[in-house]
């Protein structure tokens, strides 16, 4: 049995996650928490142990580590691409206080810390189709930026001190529970709301714009997965590519319009969010997190499509 913190409760991928893991540990085994208590939801505050913790502050993640004798942390704890675009200083500070804060705890308490990379780690000199679990990192964006040097902190704090670091590089992530948090890939979860709600969709990416994405599901899956796996058989950590689908505007589209055909999408680039996801990799060769600790997503465009058009509609209707 483990005991688990988990820092960004409130967001995108904390608010499923926590639920999940609480499903898998126990409820009074997974300590929810996050900057701002009023993100998370009624579910997460009366299921468990919650608590306010700014996760820039190492004391206040070490009081809940030592009270709740906590063996591993899941730190969610980031400024996206497109909002620390807009301000550089906050992405940077948020981003590797968090994880250097969580790196000193774990190394004092002997956690185990999964924080998640992001295909913004790659750059425009990076091959972007079958980007390779290997390659160059030179990304120009500073959520790139904060990635990078966090995959290089945690294994350094696994070949220097030991601390048991573990990460994957999420691609865009699609989710009908949390809207997502000022990333790049918003748009592909933003489009179902609006196809459920029957709005029009403006697009702020341009035709052709391919990326890599993943249904939440596969995603809380891979995170629970590599925390689980079988250190030995590690060779790679901080991070593998993981990924279950690649598409374009047109693709996610085309897909809702088989049972929505009435929706209307157009196209007005945000040319913010359009540098970003050209320099992204258009689609990431995974086979390393297969091989070493069996990723295996189940959901594709056509499976995911169909699961988020039935649940927001549940959920919106
Ligand atoms: P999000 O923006 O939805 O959630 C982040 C949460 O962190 C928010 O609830 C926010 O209140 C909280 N937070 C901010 N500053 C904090 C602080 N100082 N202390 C404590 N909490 C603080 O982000 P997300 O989409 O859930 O992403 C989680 C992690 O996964 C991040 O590292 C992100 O880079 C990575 N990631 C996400 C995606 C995606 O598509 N969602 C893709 C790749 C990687
Ligand atoms: C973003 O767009 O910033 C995130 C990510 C892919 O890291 N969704």
Known sequence: MKNILVLGSGGQIGSELTVRL??????????ASD????RLTAQIREAGPCYPCDATKAEQIAAIVKDHKIDTIYNLVAILSATAEKNPMLGWNVGMGALLNCLEVSKEYSAALFTPSSI???GLNTPLNGTPQDTI???RT???VTKVSGELLSDYYFERFGVDTRSVRFPGLISNVTPPGGGTTDYAVDIYYAAV???KFECPLAAGTLLDMMYMPDAIDAAIQIMEADPTKLIHRNSFNVTAMHFDPEAIYAEIRKHRPDFIMTYNPDSLKQKIADSWPNWMDDTAARAEWGFNPK???EQMTIDMLAKLTTKLL
Do not use: H, K, S
């Not at 609480?22 to 300590?31: D, I, L, P, Q, S």
């Open 197 to 199: 709600r029957g709005e």
């Open 35 to 38: 900057l701002d208590p009023n």
């Open 22 to 31: 609480r499903e898998v540990y126990g409820n009074a085994n997974v300590v």
């Open 299 to 301: 959901f594709g465009l």
């Open 142 to 144: 500073i959520y790139g």
């Open 137 to 139: 990192q030179r990304p």
């Open 120 to 122: 913004g780690a790659f």
